[in-house]
C-alpha cells in the first residue's frame, strides 16, 4: 500500500511539475476549495446509494484534493504529505489516550470518549496560544460549512459543556414549546414586514425564520438524529417524487407547468403511493 501511495504523490508531483499539465500546474489553493466540497458531497451521494464501486471512486476523488494542497505545500516549502500524516498519526494518537497510553483503558464509553476528545483539544489550543487560555467551546466549526450542519455541530459542542435542553420526556416538550413560540415569533414578525415593509422587518423576519430552524435543528439532535442527513433523505424523496409527476403528467399528454394545483396534487400522491409500494423511480 505504501509503494501505491507513494506512486500517486509521485504522479500528483509530475502533473505539477515542468512538462506536466497546465491545467493542474495553474491550479491555487483558493481555485481548489469548490472542488474539495464538492468532492465531498459526492461521496455522500455514493454512501446514501450504497455504491461501493462508485465509493472506491469517489473516495479517490477527496484524496486527490489532499494531495493537491500536500503539493502546493511543498512547492511553497511550507509542508509536505509526510508532514501532513505525521500530524495525523501524532493527533491520533494523543487523542486517543484510552488506546495508546501505558495503561490503556477498555471500559471507557463512546460518550466519554467524546468528551476526552474535547477536553484535549481544549488544552491543545491552550498551549497553542499566546496567552495560554483556552478558546471557546465551539471554537472550531468552519463558517463555511452548510448552515444547517454548522447550527447541528454548533448545538454539539455547547452540549459537552452542558449547554443543553434536559435528557428526555422533559427536554422533549421543552424544545417543542420552543419550537412553538419560535413559529408564533415568525408570525408577529410576517404581520410587522406586511404592514411597514422595509428592510428592518425584513430582516427581523429572517432572523426569527432562523430561530425556528435552529429549533428544529436541536429537536432533531435532542432525538440524536442528524438534522443534515434528515433534511438531505427529504431532499431525495421529494426529487423522486417530482419527477415521477413530471413523467406521469408526460404520459397524459401534458406539461407539468399547464396542470392546475388539483391535478397536480392527484400526481403527488401517485408519486408517494408508488414510493410506499416500491415502484416509483
Sequence with gaps: MSNRFDEVVAIMARLRGDGGCPWDRKQTRESLKSYLIEEAYEVLETIDAQDDRKLKEELGDVLLQ????????????????????????????RRHPHVFSESPSDTITAAEVLHRWEEI???????????????????????????????????????????DWPEGKTGYRQILEKIQEELQEVGAARAEFLQVPHDRSL?????????LLFAVVNLARHLKLNPEEALRRTANRFTERFTSM?????????RLSDMSSKEQEV????????????TGP
Excluded at 502546493?72 to 509542508?79: K, L, M, P, V, W
Excluded at 481544549?122 to 466549526?141: F, H, L, R, T
Design 203 to 211: 430582516r427581523r423576519l429572517e432572523d426569527e425564520i432562523g430561530d
Design 66 to 93: 489532499i494531495l493537491f494542497h500536500a503539493e502546493i505545500g511543498r512547492e511553497r516549502q511550507t509542508f509536505t504529505i509526510e508532514d501532513v500524516l505525521q500530524t495525523l498519526a501524532e493527533k491520533l494518537i
Design 121 to 163: 483539544k481544549q488544552q491543545e489550543k491552550a498551549q497553542q496560544s499566546e496567552d495560554g487560555e483556552e478558546g471557546s467551546a465551539i471554537d472550531g466549526v468552519p463558517k463555511a460549512l452548510p448552515a444547517l450542519l454548522r447550527a447541528y455541530q454548533l448545538q454539539l459542542k455547547a452540549a459537552r459543556v452542558g449547554f
Design 246 to 254: 413530471e413523467a406521469a403528467a408526460k404520459q397524459q399528454g401534458h
Design 267 to 278: 400526481l403527488w400522491e401517485q408519486a408517494k403511493a408508488a414510493e410506499r409500494k416500491g
